[in-house]
Each structure stands twice: as C-alpha cells, then as structure tokens.
C-alpha cells in the first residue's frame, strides 16, 4: 500500500516567489494535516484540513494557504517567498482527525 | 502552555543499553502522547503512542511510560542497537485534532 506521497521532493526559489506543494494521502484516509520543519527543530502545524474543510491553522502569516480537493489530496501555498520559508514541509493524512498521524517524506524548499 | 519540552538534546548509548528520552507538558487538555523516529531526510515515522488511561505500553523493544500526574512521559528503547541512531521526537494532541505539538527533539547515537 502506498503512504503518503509528496511533490516535489526538492525545489529551489528565490525570494518573492510563490510555491506550490502537492499532498496524496494514504487510500481511505480522509484527514490532511500540514508541518513546517526547520533544519534542527521539530515540526510545527501549519493547517489541518477534513472533508475539504479547514479544521485548524497554526500560527503562519497569511502568505500560507491551502486547500483540500475532493479527493482528499492537498495542496500547499506559500506566497512572497523569505530565506526564512526553507524548511522540510511535511504533510500528514490519517483516517480521521484524532487519529494516528502518518507522515509522508516531506518537500525540502530552499529559498535563496 | 502549549509547550513539549525534551530531554535530552543528544544522547549516546553503547549497543545493548537503554536508551531513555524524557518529555513534559503542561497543557491538561492533551490526551494523545505518540513518539515520532526520524532518519535524516526522512519524513518522521511513527513509533508508539499512548493516552494518558494507562500509566505503560510496550511494542517490542520500545516502551512508553506514562506519569499524568507529574505532566510527564518518556520513551525506552531496551537493547538499543545501531540501527536504532535516529532523531526522536516526543509530541502531544488534543482530542479530535491532528494539531501535534513536538518536542525539540533528541539525538540518538548507538555505538557498536
């Protein structure tokens, strides 16, 4: 069975620019939960989203945004690029929210 | 309140030894304590969790142990083996969220 997929792996930008990130979560999982890792640090909670729904957002500046589609994959926006955006950004999916969380293998962004 | 503190922040431990990582919180609200491995990069992948109605669980050679009224937990990997030299981070949830709260994370090297 396939985990949690995410694209791209890796991707370099330049300051000002936007990003997209992409998110398929494990078959029959309904919930999609989105994480900012800086180099060093532990993962930090950026958006929840359930049945296409945004359940929670933690605290990240506007420039971030995100969507849930249909088919439970997600999405991940990130406007106005700073240096301080690089980071490893992980998406989680679980059955529901609540549950065991699985992470996929994360988007490393580097922004210069 | 929102806080996971971690400890320690690296920790070395010969082959065959325990290896032991200490987390606490403050929130009360939390009831869901996984234990997250990372490799380096690596997406984090979960290892164990507990809710706070049993003070122990055990999977293999991985045990969580549980002190609700002290506000803490801590991971024990028995027989830790080189395999095991990994990132480990401690995290907390409410009910109903897939909002985790990490620790800082601590480093595990298991020499041969």
């Known amino acids: 069975d396939a985990g949690v997929t995410q694209s791209p792996t890796h991707l370099i930008k330049t300051r000002g620019q936007h990003v997209t990130l992409r998110c398929s979560p494990i078959s029959g999982h309904k919930s999609v939960s989105w994480y900012q890792q800086v180099l060093g640090q532990g993962p930090q909670f950026i958006f929840q989203y359930y049945e296409k729904e945004e359940r929670g957002r933690g605290n990240f500046p506007d420039r971030f945004s995100a969507r849930q589609f249909p088919n439970y994959s997600s999405e991940l926006n990130v406007n106005a690029l700073l240096l301080g955006d690089s980071a490893l950004y992980l998406c989680?999916?679980?059955?529901?929210?609540?549950?065991?969380?699985?992470f996929g293998e994360g988007s490393r962004l580097t922004v210069l | 309140q929102q806080q996971v503190k971690q400890s320690p922040q690296s920790l070395i431990v010969q082959k065959g030894g325990i290896s032991i990582i200490n987390c606490a919180y403050e929130n009360t609200a939390f009831d869901y304590f996984p234990w997250y491995q990372q490799f380096p990069g690596k997406g984090p992948a979960l290892l164990i969790a507990?809710?706070?109605?049993?003070s122990e669980k055990k999977e293999g050679r991985f045990t969580i142990s549980f002190n609700k009224s002290a506000k803490q937990f801590s991971l024990h990997i028995m027989d830790s083996q080189p395999g095991d030299s990994a990132t480990y981070f401690c995290?907390?949830?409410?009910?109903?969220?897939?909002?985790?709260?990490f620790g800082t994370g601590t480093r595990l090297q298991v020499f041969p």
């Open positions: 507990i809710r706070p109605d049993v």
């Open positions: 989680a999916s679980s059955p529901s929210f609540g549950e065991e969380l699985f």
């Open positions: 995290a907390a949830s409410s009910r109903n969220t897939d909002k985790l709260i």
